[in-house]
Structures are given as C-alpha cells and as structure tokens.
C-alpha cells in the first residue's frame, strides 16, 4: 500500500509552499478513506505498513488530471488540492492531487513513470 502525490511544475511554489500542498493532499485523502467503508481496508492497510508516500512531479495541470481520472476509473482514492491563493498563487490554482492508500500495483500503474520530486 501507498499513497502517492503529484505536484505540478510548471507553477511557481517555493518549498514551503509545496510542503504544505502536500500535507493538504495527504490529510484529504486520509479522511475521504476513514469515510468511505470500501477504502478502509486500504487505509488500515497502509497505516500498519507505516503510511508510505511518494511526492512526484507533473509537468502540466491536464498531465495531473489525466491521471486522475484513471485512478478514478481504478477506484482508488483521490483529490484535488486548489489553492486559497492567500501567497504565492492565484486563488483556485490546482497545485497537486494525490492517489491511495490503494495496493502499489495499481497505483503504479499511473504514476510509475514519474520522477520523484
């Protein structure tokens, strides 16, 4: 089990900035799990193998929403982070998603070929 986030490139983040988008990203997919009783297995699964995460980037916001689409089509958690846009972006700017907890195989599937960030 993983989870995995995708952080866009292409945007103007400091490092901070990035940190904090993915935190985002991962509390939003942790809660949506503890809501949905078809992911709690994956999420209890994860939390025992000590949470792993992988941060990766994307180099465009529709590169980042295909893959988002088919690890809806998966069935595997995601999110969309957007911004406030209270510092360094425009408000509403997609900043990063995130996939999982879900079993590595699928998720690789989408991601694998991404460079770690």
Do not use: F, Y
């Not at 809501?35 to 992988?54: A, F, I, M, T, Y």
Request: proline fraction near 4%; charge should be neutral; glycine fraction near 8%.
């Amino acid at each position: 089990m993983k989870m995995v986030v995708m952080v866009r490139t292409d945007i103007n983040m400091g490092k901070g900035k990035i940190a904090a988008q993915v935190a985002h990203a991962a509390v939003s997919l942790v809660l949506d799990c503890m809501s949905r009783s078809s992911w709690r297995d994956w999420l209890d699964s994860w939390l025992h193998e000590g949470q792993p995460k992988v941060v990766v980037k994307v180099s465009s916001l529709e590169d980042l929403l295909s893959r988002v689409d088919k690890a809806r089509s998966q069935g595997l958690p995601t999110t969309v982070i957007s911004d406030a846009g209270r510092t360094q972006v425009e408000p509403g700017t997609v900043t990063c998603a995130g996939i999982g907890p879900g079993p590595d195989d699928l998720i690789d599937k989408i991601t694998g070929d991404l460079k770690l960030l």
